[in-house]
């Protein structure tokens, strides 16, 4: 008998299972690890992912976690039922991030975390009618805090050396959901609705009232969203096994 696909949610940089709070997801029976994202590159973070269970897998990833969800398919696409991309950027860093990298990683190894998420990351990330959210913030605040400066410039140079995972999109022969917040600024709705339009079996959604961090911004929305899409997947897996 095949295994039920183990649900992946992968969190972004500087974020871990509390961002997921929020959501309520229906799984059929499937069961939903919410791993912290480790390693040296977004491709070690993907073999760990792999070698943490067998079985089929549908990885969920935000930002960070959709960029290793991607690896994840360019390594084990014969293991993947599905794919979720939220707030992602399958290319490799921008040169201008890039630039900043270094900077904010001596800031964070400068006791400086805090205030760099406070000032600098997190709010810029926010939909307009969120940004005053103190309870968000404070959500957002505690998960990099906790996580400490040495992650903080693990996963930012992760993400700086990252090459493209661009030719993976059109390789991917399984159901594909893509969403993002309408004033996403970092991955941009005209991005998403560009690499989703290269992916043959995409489901794009564009939330309203979200910036970047929409499973945190709009849990209840995404949860609407993403629970059939789900519910599909692995009820067209179960009838296939």
């Known amino acids: 008998m095949t295994a039920r696909a183990t649900v992946l949610l992968l969190p972004g940089h500087m974020c871990d299972e509390r961002m997921w709070a929020g959501l309520d997801l229906a799984t059929a029976g ?17 073999d760990l992912c792999l070698k943490a269970g067998s079985g089929p897998l549908l990885p969920v990833g935000f930002s960070m976690g959709g960029i290793v969800a991607l690896a994840i398919a360019a390594r084990a696409p014969e293991r993947l039922v599905g794919l979720g991309l939220l707030d992602t950027n399958p290319f490799a860093d921008a040169p201008e991030r890039a630039a900043q990298r270094p900077r904010q990683q001596e800031k964070a190894r400068a006791d400086g975390l805090s205030e760099l998420v406070a000032e600098e990351l997190k709010p810029n990330y926010l939909a307009r009618i969120n940004r005053g959210n103190a309870r968000l913030r404070a959500g957002i605040q505690a998960m990099a805090e906790d996580l400490g400066p040495e992650v903080f410039v693990s996963q930012s140079e992760a993400l700086r050396i990252r090459p493209s995972y661009n030719h993976v999109l059109e390789t991917l022969d399984f159901p594909v959901f893509v969403a993002c917040g309408a004033e996403d600024r970092l991955c941009t709705p005209a991005l998403h609705a560009d690499f989703a339009s290269r992916i043959e079996n995409a489901q794009l959604h564009v939330v ?34």
């Open 30 to 46: 499937a069961r939903i690890a919410a791993p912290v994202l480790q390693g040296a590159t977004i491709d070690e973070m993907a």
């Open 208 to 241: 309203e009232g979200a910036g970047h961090m929409l499973p945190m911004e709009q849990p209840h929305i995404l949860s609407k969203l993403l629970n059939p899409w789900l519910a599909s997947v692995l009820a067209r897996e179960e009838t296939k096994a």
